[in-house]
């Protein structure tokens, strides 16, 4: 073995490019660096651990450490890359037991991924404060809403978990009213797990409507549904602070007619993920979007033989063609495999990314893609105009049909699709992946219009919802 | 009023040509015929309404007559149009009454649907045999099913009933056992409502698998669902006739070693429909697939100022770009809407229609859209190269992932996307509409690849069966 491929991370997006280099490359050597011990871990699962509603944390692994090597990849877990010496064309790690050692690579993929930026908010301080963006985090929560001691070890049984940590945590008293603060996705879905617990559950975001990148509709009816299912939700009410020394004990924020603080026993802080990319500081590597690493459509970075992959780089968004950065599990193991393709001689490119996201909140179901809010739209260079339709998700005699609302945003000049949402509790958010490969097939809001798409009583109406929202953005589009 | 835009049929494609011509062109005048008395019939829901999921039949009618009458359409019931003149520019129509008139028109269109094919069965002759294709066979089945004169009158809440037909079934003694005759979609959903009603259901079908439309892998998976849920399937069995003199005894049909004969109290047949041209006998008018009428992409036949549209005309593949005949509801209504507004003065494509369809199974849905056949595909001019993968519908450790099996068909030579095919019982038949968008984009099976579908646990694992089965069918292409 020879011409080391070296990746720093093992994640998504690490182990697939190793994967996909191993079985295209059989002869070059292949190295995987993860700073910890977890990995190959779904993030995205996380709150469906906390819920209860999967049951054993290994239960999210999708690889263990044994079959990685098994695929006759070198994972060095507990190896930190601190630098990169792009001239040498060195990696230099330090282990957890303090050791230095320096590694030559041929091809680099950086898949350091993102972690969690609390902003402001001190999550270090208090116990019961907490960021969700990793498995330790998640064990953590797991183990402080459990009562004392009653925590069942079964659960985190996985190796790699810090055992202290969650024994610290199972120890705790349980607590009775949990604060989220931020109303992403991980905001919504941590309301259900958190409601899932028993637990009374109060949702702090500092705009107008929840799921900001999801457009009002959308943030509309998932409020409701939140509502409905006990969560007391606050809009336009930015948290100030953690309150609390030893342990959380509020949260004061401003309740539009002034500051308020409301007693809390937990908090769950998720107002956004940053990518990973210290371990280049003091290269030249451009970065880009959101401080992601720059790369091209194979990968590649500013730096000869250096890729990036995963939460850590930018990626090309279909709608507008420029440098987008959005970190999410479909990007990131897309392009972890095209780069392994790549580096092993089989250019690839990693493909653009349209934006494409679902959320669950209880039994509401939401999808978006492309550009939503007028001001993404105007900033690519497009003139928005923009219909929301309510329709029925079957024909309206089937029992079960649903009403759901299909948000469409077109260029006014074109008439191209640009983005749009889809939010019901039938079947509403998978019905995203007709607009996204409409989005990315440049299609115009005519051209949607007259798709032959799916029409049977029980998952139908005659006219699905989204050729009806295209049906009144045409309308529109006439009219001027 | 003048110039007098003249519609044959009050259905689907007609009453959306009248409405949508009334609103473009309230200058003149717009005439409806319909030889029945039922207008606006949801013909997909009958099977629905037989199982008694949906309460009334009142249920399935989109418009009243009255609503028609005030949207400024004159709509004339009892009323069949016997003979087209296009020359004189006429159209000759009896009435119920036996009176003959001549209507002239400026400009006609044909929309009077099809007609169940009873093949070579009988089904006028016994009691209790039946196809399923008008909303009085509907009643009829479902009083027949009924204990005797335990039928509930305000069932078939709906003027425009047979009242002497549901009664005379009414009266009949409840049958306990049912064959249904054709493995189509409407034998299918027919199986799923006669199971519903209590009744031990046997469905024959001539070739190897149900569904032959949808690809092996659907008529597997959708036999199996069916066997699960009590019906007695039977493949390769191809029926020889309805046994009976005054009530259906028998079902003598080619069991594979020999002839059989099975004891039966009601027969359902559903082996085909058939486009309603005769009005145009006697015209030199042009038929197409099917012995549809040949229409244009604007519904516009060989016979100026005659359009058709619905279940009697043809229309235009998206794939093949070649005339096809494919009755079902989204097309009529689409093409209706189209003939209206191009009569109106606005010219409007109908758009082509991709073969998209989706089932029904109990918990088992299915989807398909073009071309899936071998055959259909080489007559077609492709070099069809097909895969089916099975891939879950959510991530493995959310609840509820269930397997989704996929086939997608590509051209050889291009790599392009020709057709396809889903089944699973998690919302696998909306996804179709995904693969009817690509279809229609004309993308290649590695632009399927790398689309930006959703990805959430509860909805999709991060491939999405459908980006597993292009990856998949992408290694068979890079193959050869």
């Not at 695929?71 to 792009?86: A, K, N, Y």
């Not at 193991?333 to 580096?343: F, K, M, P």
Request: proline share 5%; charged share 30%.
């Amino acid at each position: 073995m020879s011409d080391p491929f070296v990746v720093v991370g093992a994640d998504a997006a690490g182990l697939s490019a190793a994967s996909k280099f191993r079985r295209e490359a059989p002869d070059r050597e292949v190295v995987v660096f993860e700073k910890g011990r977890w990995i190959s871990y779904a993030y995205c699962g996380m709150p469906y651990f906390i819920e209860g509603r999967v049951e054993r944390m290994s239960d999210l692994l999708s690889l263990s450490p044994s079959e990685v090597a098994e695929r006759g990849i070198d994972l060095r877990r507990g190896c930190e890359v601190v630098g990169v010496d792009p001239d040498a064309k060195t990696v230099a790690v330090e282990t957890a037991e303090g050791e230095r050692l320096e590694q030559d690579y041929d091809d680099l993929l950086v898949a350091t991924g993102g972690r969690a930026d609390p902003g402001p908010f001190d999550v270090r301080g208090p116990d019961g404060a907490f960021t969700l963006h990793d498995m330790d985090a998640a064990a953590a929560i797991d183990a402080y809403i459990a009562e004392p001691n009653a925590y069942d070890p079964d659960r985190a049984d996985v190796d790699a978990v810090d055992r202290g940590r969650v024994e610290r945590n199972a120890a705790m008293p349980a607590p009775e009213t949990a604060a989220i603060v931020g109303g992403g996705y991980v905001g919504v879905e941590m309301a259900e797990a958190l409601v899932g617990r028993g637990l009374d559950v109060h949702l702090f975001h500092r705009s107008g409507h929840l799921l900001s990148d999801f457009g009002e509709a959308v943030g509309e009816r998932v409020e409701a549904e939140l509502d409905a299912k006990g969560v007391t939700v606050r809009t336009n009410a930015p948290v100030e602070e953690l309150v609390g020394d030893d342990r959380i004990e509020g949260i004061a924020f401003d309740a539009g007619d002034g500051p308020e603080t409301l007693p809390v026993d937990l908090a769950v802080v998720g107002v956004g993920i940053r990518p990973n990319t210290e371990l280049l500081d003091g290269t030249e590597i451009e970065t880009g979007e959101g401080g992601a690493i720059r790369t091209d459509e194979y990968g590649e970075t500013s730096l000869r033989n250096v890729y990036a992959a995963g939460d850590c780089a930018t990626a090309t968004h279909a709608v507008t063609g420029e440098e987008t950065w959005v970190p999410l599990g479909l990007t990131a193991n897309r392009a972890g495999r095209a780069v392994g393709a790549t580096v092993a001689g089989d250019p690839s490119r990693a493909g653009d990314i349209a934006g494409t996201a679902v959320v669950k909140a209880f039994d509401m179901e939401a999808g978006r893609v492309g550009l939503i809010e007028e001001e993404a739209a105007r900033e690519a260079g497009f003139d928005p105009v923009r219909e929301t339709v309510t329709a029925g998700s079957r024909s309206g005699y089937y029992p079960g049909a649903a009403e759901t609302d299909v948000t469409l945003v077109a260029d006014r000049d074109t008439g191209r699709l640009i983005g749009g949402s889809i939010v019901g509790p039938d079947r509403a958010a998978i019905r995203i992946d007709t607009l996204a490969t409409a989005l990315e097939a440049d299609m115009t809001v005519p051209e949607v219009e007259r798709l032959d798409l799916a029409y049977a009583p029980p998952f139908s109406p005659v006219w699905d919802p989204i050729l009806v929202a295209a049906k009144v953005l045409n309308g529109t589009l006439d009219e001027e």
